[in-house]
């Protein structure tokens, strides 16, 4: 004959506590994806404000060491620091030579990276370059103006056949909505933007795959997918959080950077003289 087990009325009250607790986790987890984000009057996630990300992938989106650069009489002030990297995996998957391609590049950035030229940096690098960039949504269109020289582009929202009509500098932007995921597919990039001071490169059949989620009210979290068949093995992905800046009176200022080339450029044929 078996025996029944029976539980103790402290032991039926300490479960009924853990499933009541579990139950109230798993309400306020839904509540803080459903209701905590901001919206639209569409009910779409709200993207406008002002986003900065806070990592040094501008120097290298591969993991790297902190460097002494390419200036070496500033010391400290010049020098490059160290990064996790921001390339899901850890490493590009180059082709053989688009890996010395890289490499070459990354031997002479400080001439050759296109951003000290002050030329558009093209995306996804706009998007991590120690500088603030503000969207602008409305249903059909987003805009994003970068600090960083005067950059922007707009995004056209659920116009799936609308044709980029030449190649740019900041890419054809082609946007909609997966759940409270913005998905932006970004084509027809000009080849001269790097991705960061290490070199790290792209032809003109990139294809960029944003991803942008909400974490929190200030936080969204920002993905994208790089293809690009001539000089990568397979698909790759990078990842980093962008942070809501939150500063009294924040607005986006002048980064006129063509001044400084200009200078540079100016200071250049002085020495020739």
């Not at 002494?68 to 998957?93: K, Q, R, T």
């Amino acid at each position: 004959m078996a025996v029944q087990r029976t539980q103790s009325p402290a032991a039926i009250a300490l479960t009924r506590f853990f499933l009541l607790f579990s139950l109230l986790v798993h309400v306020a987890s839904y509540g803080a994806e459903a209701t905590d984000i901001p919206r639209t009057a569409d009910g779409r996630p709200d993207f406008n404000g002002i986003w900065q990300a806070i990592n040094t992938a501008n120097y290298d989106i591969e993991p790297h060491a902190a460097d002494f650069g390419p200036l070496v009489e500033n010391g400290a002030i010049g020098a490059i620091p160290a990064g996790l990297g921001i390339v899901e995996g850890g490493e590009i998957p180059y082709t053989a030579e688009a890996r010395a391609q890289q490499q070459a590049n990354k031997a002479d950035w400080l001439a050759n990276d296109p951003l000290v030229k002050c030329y558009m940096p093209g995306i996804p690098r706009a998007n991590y370059l120690p500088f603030p960039f503000q969207i602008v949504q409305s249903p059909d269109h987003i805009i994003v103006a970068y600090e960083f020289a005067s950059a922007s582009r707009i995004v056209y929202v659920d116009q799936p056949d609308f044709e980029a009509p030449i190649l740019s500098w900041m890419g054809h932007n082609l946007a909609h909505f997966e759940g409270d995921t913005l998905v932006i597919e970004v084509t027809d990039q000009v080849p001269e933007t790097w991705f960061d001071h290490a070199g790290n490169h792209h032809t003109d059949a990139l294809r960029v795959t944003e991803r942008y989620t909400h974490m929190s009210r200030d936080v969204v979290m920002y993905e994208a997918t790089l293809e690009d068949p001539n000089i990568y093995t397979r698909p790759w992905t990078i990842k980093f959080p962008l942070y809501r800046r939150l500063d009294e009176n924040m607005q986006l200022l002048e980064f006129k950077c063509v001044e400084f080339t200009e200078e540079l450029l100016y200071g250049h044929l002085r020495k020739q003289e």
